[in-house]
C-alpha cells in the first residue's frame, strides 16, 4: 500500500472495509477473470444499490404494508380503526425483515429492486385508493 | 447474489451482523442489567442498606404520600406516586417541577423531575441517599445512548436492532441441522470452536432473541412506523385521536388546569374503590394531575406484576370531589393487547425472581452470541492473510479495525461497567452533579479501553483488559463491605437480598471474565510456543490474534 496516492488508499480503505470477502462469494461478475478489477468495482456497486434497496426501499414496502393493512382491515373484516393501525404497525417490521431477505437473496440488483417495486405497487394502489375514497366520502 | 439462497442469507448474516454488532453488544449488556434496575439503583444507595422501612396497608401509604408532596410540592402541576411492592419496600414518589418562567433557559427533561422515597408507615422521607443514576443509567443507555439528544439515540438503536432481526432471520435460514448444531461443540478447533460457541449461544435463547428483538421495535414502534395510524386517522382526528382510541385513559393532553384553587379530596377512598374494582388486586402507580387545582384528576393504575402485559387498567377520579369519572382497559382489545403483551415481554415486569433470573442468563447468552458472532468473522477473516502473515506482511486495515472494536466492546465494556459501581462508592459524596460523574467514570474507562484496542489489538491487551475487568467485579463485593453498612456476611444471613444477590452476582461475573483470561493465556502460550525463536511475544500474539 505504501507509495500509492492518498486517494487510492482511501478508496482501497473505503472498499476494504465493506466487502473484504469479496472472493469467498463467486457472483455473476466476479466469474470473468479478464477484468477483475471492473468487476470487483461492478460487484460492490452492486451490493451498494443492494444496501440501499434493503433499508429504503425494505423500510418503504413495510411503511405502505402498515398503511394498506390499517385501511383495509376495518374495510375487509369490520375490524375497529385502532386495531387495524396496531396491527398494521405490529406486522410491519416482519414484512421490513423479509423485504431485506428478498433483496440480498435475488438473483441480480435489478431484480432485487425491481421486486420491491412490485411489492410497493399493491399495498401503495390501496392507500392511495382508500384514503382517495375515504376522503371523498367525509 | 449468491450461488443458493442459503449463501446469501449467510453472507446477509454475517455482514448485518458485523457492521451493528458492536453497539448490539452495548444494547445487550446495557438492556440485560435492566432486569435487575430497582436492585442496581439500591445497591448504589447504601444509605438506605441499613433502613428497613415499615410496612403499611396500600391506602395508609398512599396517605402519607399526598400528605408530604402537600408539604414539598403543593404547586406542583402533576405528582407520581408509586406504592411499595415486593422489590421495593419504600413509597417512591416523583414530581414534575413547576415550568420555568417564560424567557428562562430551557431545563433539560430529567432535571424538571424531584424525587424521594418515603417510609411508608410514617409517610417521612426515608434518609436522603447519595445522588445516583442507578440502574436507570443502563436502561437509558439501552435506547437513549448518552451525549446525544434521545431522538437520534432511538433511530440509531432502532436501525441496529433491525439489522439484528434480519441477522436473526437469516441465521436460522442458514442453519440447515440447527438441532444438530445445538448439540455440537468442538473445543479447541480453532475457528470451528467459535462457530459452535455462537451456534449454541444463539440456538440455545434463539426464542429470546427473536422475541427481544423484535419486542424491542414495538416499544418504539410508533416513533419508527407512525404511517398506519397517520393514514387510518388522516380524516379522523388525526394520531392524538388514534392514541387517545387506542391507549384510553393513558393520555394527559386532556388535562388543563383550571388556574382556581380546590382542596384535593381523600386519596384513600379512591385506592379503595380502584382495589376493589379490581377484585382485591392491587393498586400500582397514582398519577395527580394538577393537584389543589379545580380541575385536578386522580389517575390510578393497577399494580404492575399482575399480567403479562404492559398495559394495566385503570380508574380515574374527580380530584375535588372524589366521584369515579371512568374505567379504562377493562376489556382489552385484542391487537391492543398483543401489543401489550410485546411490550410486556420486553421489559419483564410481570418476572418473579426466577423467570428474572432465567431473563438475565438468557441477556448474557445474547451477549455472549454478540461476542462470538463477532470475534467469529475476525477468526474467519484472519484466515485470508495467513499466506502474508508467513512471509512477515501485515493484516488488512479492516480486519485491524475489527480487532481493535471487538477488543474495546467486548472486554472495554464489562470493565467500564464495574467502573461505574467503584466510581458510585469512591466519588466524595459532595461532588457536583455526582450522578454525571459517575456516568463520565464509566465513559472515561470506556474510552480508554478502546483507544489501547485500537493502538494495540494483541492477545496481551485481551487479558490485560479481561483480567482488569474480573478484579474489578470480584471486589465490588469489598467493596461494598468497606463503603456500606450491609457486607455479604450481614447481607447473606439478615438481608437485604438485593444487596447479597448484587454481591454475589458481580462475582460470578468476575469468575467469567477471570475464565475468559485465562483461555487467552492458553491461547497465548500456544501462539508464542509456536513461534520461532527471535520473534517478539507480543508480535506473534497479534499476528495469532482474537
Sequence with gaps: MRGKPLQMRMILIWTGLFSPSFHEFPNDFARRPAHVVSASFRYRLGVASRAIAAIAGGYGVAALSAAALALCLPAAFGMARSEAAMTGTLASFIVFALAVMWVFAARTAWRAWSGLVIAAVVPGSLVLLLTRAGGGGA | MKEGFRQSMAWLHTWSGLLVGWVLFMVFAAGTATYFKDEITFWMKPELHAVTPNAAPQAKAAEGAVAFLQQRAADAPRWFITLPTEREPSTSVLYLKPPPPAGAAPVERRRRFDQALLDPATGQAVTAPRETRGGEFFYRLHFDLHYMPAIWARWIVGFCAMFMLVAIFSGIVTHRRIFKDFFTFRPKKGQRSWLDAHNVTAVLALPYHAMITYTGLVTLMFMYMPWAPQAAYKDHGGTEAFFAEAFPGGGRTQFKASGTKAPLAPIAPMVAAASSHWNGAPVGRITVHFPNDANAVVSIARAGTQRLSSDQP????????????????????????????????????????????????????????????????????????????????????????????NLGAIAGLPMAMAAFFWANRLLPLDVADRGEAEIGWFFTVWGAAAALGLLRPTLRMWQAQLALGALLFVLLPVLNAFTGPAPLTVSLRSGPSAVAGFDLVAIALGLGLAGATWLVERKRRKAVSRQPAGTPPGLAASGQGS
Design chain 2, 314 to 405: 385503570s380508574m380515574q377520579f374527580n380530584g375535588v370531589t372524589g366521584a369515579q369519572i371512568g374505567t379504562f382497559g377493562d376489556v382489552p382489545k385484542a391487537a391492543a393487547e398483543t401489543r401489550g403483551v410485546l411490550y410486556g415481554l420486553h421489559i419483564g415486569r410481570f418476572a418473579d425472581p426466577l423467570l428474572r433470573a432465567l431473563f438475565f442468563l438468557s441477556g448474557l447468552a445474547g451477549c455472549l452470541m454478540v461476542a462470538t458472532g463477532l470475534l467469529l468473522w475476525a477468526v474467519k477473516e484472519r484466515q485470508k492473510f495467513a499466506k502474508t502473515l508467513k512471509q512477515g506482511g501485515r493484516i488488512g486495515f479492516g480486519l485491524r479495525l475489527v480487532d481493535g472494536l
